[in-house]
Nanobody
Framework: QLVQSGGGLVQPGGSLRLSCVAS????????VGWFRQAPGKGREGVACISSSDGRTYYAESVKGRFTISKDMAKNTVYLQMNSLKPEDTAVYYC???????????????????WGQGTQVTVSS
């Protein structure tokens, strides 16, 4: 199970941190990632960490602004979002995949475990 927290309303240029706590399993051999779905659009991979070597992937639209990290001691995945823009407004989901290299590129119907989603709204 993945339980998300964080999110909310923030002004353009502001920052937010999303958290995703895993329970019932440890994240040791899991790829982890954050996805988002804006109104009227499909869900897209935003940031992911591979299971084997810890390599990160970021969507072009968030490079240099978002940072994904994994705290093994807390069994938690974070998404630090800085310099937020109105176009970052979306419902954000965390997800994990056992032994997956490229979670963000994986067909989403094959990703077995998702968080409940949390709304991020960037508006003045």
């Amino acid at each position: 199970q993945l339980v998300q927290s964080g999110g909310g309303l923030v002004q353009p240029g502001g920052s937010l941190r999303l958290s995703c706590v895993a329970s019932g399993f440890t994240l040791d051999y899991y790829a982890v990632g954050w996805f988002r779905q804006a109104p009227g659009k499909g869900r897209e991979g935003v940031a992911c960490i591979s299971s084997s070597d810890g390599r990160t992937y970021y969507a072009e639209s968030v490079k240099g602004r978002f940072t994904i990290s994994k705290d093994m001691a807390k069994n938690t995945v974070y998404l630090q979002m800085n310099s937020l823009k109105p176009e970052d407004t979306a419902v954000y989901y965390c997800a994990v995949g056992l032994g997956v290299q490229a979670l963000c590129a994986m067909p989403q119907h094959l990703i077995p475990t998702w968080g409940q989603g949390t709304q991020v709204t960037v508006s003045s």
